[in-house]
Nanobody, 115 residues
């Protein structure tokens, strides 16, 4: 499975940004996004299952929206009301169907928020 992320860029506080992640190479079960702050472990932002069930980390609920285009094997993260606590490297992941849960990762996208 290969994942290619795009869509990052500098935004101002209160602004919006949309991240994209396209997967190829296998039938995908779950997809989603993590983010990683400097010196910290990755934290889950939002997953979306093969049937469209979603969940959100507490810090992004009501501001971020995950969606998925199943035909294109692409997952999106719409980020609104970005604040100074959101800058991180955002990683998409994909878990293909199979006997074991294995996550494949995108290359990471830096999301800076200007002060």
């Amino acid at each position: 499975v290969q994942l290619v992320e795009s869509g990052g860029g500098l935004v101002q506080p209160g602004g919006s940004l949309r991240l994209y992640c396209a997967a190829s190479g296998s039938r995908i079960n779950a997809m989603g996004w993590y983010r990683q702050f400097p010196g910290k472990q990755r934290e889950l932002v939002a997953p979306i299952t093969s049937i469209g069930m979603t969940n959100y980390g507490d810090s992004v609920k009501g501001r971020f929206t995950i969606s998925r285009d199943y035909a294109k094997n692409t997952v999106y993260l719409q980020m609104n009301s970005l604040n100074p606590e959101d800058p991180a490297v955002y990683y998409c992941y994909a878990a293909p169907f199979g006997p074991r849960v294995v996550n494949y990762w995108g290359q990471g996208t830096q999301v800076p928020v200007s002060s």
